[in-house]
């Protein structure tokens, strides 16, 4: 069955440190993979993809994610955060193998400390 | 290029009535794909309609329905309100030059007392 895991409910991190959001999925053809952010009250804002081609990929406002094919993962990443970082952040999968239909996460909450 | 935009942002119902969603996409987009977002739950994919065809279906009961005109703009109707129906529902867009990701409207945030 097609699924994204975020493991985390909420990360609290000191600002000006780097942070890590997780992610695995599966899927039963290729993954497309993306992160999404929400502002409160607000849609989501797409951060980044990943489709094909270079495992490391840079998104929006400094945010990078590695996929890792043997782990099945897509962990979100940012070398120093800011405050204004602090929002909830959602992994979601494009499964080629299903109509490519998007599977969401349910949603990490990223609390940045000043 | 204006983006994603639903009507009405915010809505209160009564259990027991019907209520009526819409979302106009991008333009150029031709998939329209709808999520219910609680707490809880997270988004729960609803359906998506490309060029008017209900292309997939997640797994909520019929009373939740959806269609597509042929300016790509989208509905999603719910009959018979249940308390358990108040969320955030957000529509999405895709299909454009770039057509992998999706791009989100505001939200529409029901409330059935």
């Known amino acids: 069955a097609q699924s994204v895991a975020q493991p985390e409910d909420q990360v609290n991190v000191a600002e000006g440190n780097p942070l890590t959001v997780k992610c695995t999925y599966s899927v039963s053809g290729n993954p497309y993979l993306f992160w999404y952010v929400q502002y409160p009250n607000r849609g989501l804002q797409f951060l980044l993809k990943y489709i094909t081609g270079d495992n490391l990929v840079k998104g929006s406002y400094g945010f990078e994610a590695e996929f890792n094919k043997s782990q099945t993962s897509f962990h979100l990443k940012k070398p120093s955060a800011l405050v204004s970082d602090s929002a909830l952040y959602f992994c979601?999968?494009?499964?080629?193998?299903?109509?490519?239909?998007?599977?969401f996460g349910t949603g990490t909450s990223l609390t940045v400390i000043p | 290029k204006a983006g994603v935009t639903q009507t009405p942002r915010y809505l209160i119902k009564t259990r027991g009535q019907q209520v009526t969603l819409s979302c106009s996409p991008i333009s150029g987009h031709r998939s329209v794909s709808w999520y219910q977002q609680t707490p809880g739950q997270g988004l729960q994919f609803l359906f998506e309609?490309?060029?008017?065809?209900?292309?997939n279906k997640g797994n909520f009961p019929g009373r939740f329905s959806g269609r597509q005109f042929s300016n790509s703009r989208s509905e999603m109707n719910v009959s018979t309100l249940e308390l358990g129906d108040s969320a955030l529902y957000l529509c999405?867009?895709?299909?454009?030059?770039?057509?992998?990701?999706?791009?989100f409207g505001p939200g529409t945030r029901l409330t059935v007392t």
């Open positions: 309609y490309f060029s008017e065809t209900q292309r």
């Open positions: 979601a999968v494009r499964d080629s193998g299903t109509g490519n239909q998007f599977y």
């Open positions: 999405a867009s895709s299909g454009g030059l770039d057509s992998y990701e999706q791009y």
